[in-house]
């Protein structure tokens, strides 16, 4: 049976435990000990390396992943710009249509300018657009929304100069690993 990574660091705690209270008592048994915690060591290495190998694994799939994203976003870029010159195509159509509508158009009921095809109906109707405005300072403040946002890189620098504990946050110690 194959012994997991917590199971071999398990026993190699319990042996250590031992080897430490019974260093003095029995010769044979310090020996059969240390000849456990050999053996214990070797596997534990043994399954670093082959964890080590999953690592490596999984950065090949992740930047296998990553190309396939950036793949897919000049993908999305190009259907995007192709999106919008289509846009861009419709709205010079309209505006076509529009000079038509102005030229040889007439006024209906409304009092908007009409032309009428054999298939379809244009009508030209005068309408509010989007809202311009040169000054903000001169808007009511009714119509202003601030944003609150936390600077997180200056807190942190802050909180650290306090040995990662203040009265309004903290930045706990955490272990990472690393492979070179």
């Known amino acids: 049976m194959k012994e997991t990574t917590y199971n071999l660091v398990s026993q190699y705690l319990d042996l250590r435990l031992m080897l430490d209270l019974e260093l003095e008592e029995d010769e044979n048994l310090e020996a059969e000990t240390l000849?456990?915690?050999?053996?214990?060591?070797?596997?534990?290495?043994?399954?670093?390396?082959?964890?080590h190998w999953v690592l490596n694994k999984m950065k090949e799939s992740e930047f296998s992943i990553k190309a396939t994203i950036d793949a897919h976003r000049d993908t999305i870029n190009k259907?995007?710009?192709?999106?919008?010159?289509?846009?861009?195509?419709?709205?010079r159509i309209k505006s076509l249509i529009m000079s038509i509508v102005e030229h040889r158009?007439?006024?209906?009921?409304?009092?908007?300018?009409?032309?009428?095809t054999d298939t379809e109906s244009y009508t030209i109707i005068d309408g509010f657009g989007p809202v311009e405005f040169d000054n903000e300072e001169d808007l009511p403040s009714v119509f202003k929304k601030?944003?609150?946002?936390?600077?997180?890189?200056?807190l942190r620098k802050n909180v650290l100069e306090y040995n990662g504990l203040t009265a309004y946050a903290k930045c706990p110690k955490i272990r990472r690993l690393t492979i070179r």
């Open 79 to 91: 259907l995007r710009t192709k999106q919008k010159s289509i846009l861009n195509s419709k709205e």
């Open 105 to 116: 158009g007439k006024e209906n009921i409304s009092g908007n300018l009409q032309l009428k």
């Open 35 to 51: 000849k456990q915690l050999e053996v214990i060591e070797k596997a534990m290495l043994d399954k670093t390396e082959k964890l």
């Open 146 to 154: 601030y944003e609150l946002k936390v600077d997180k890189k200056g």
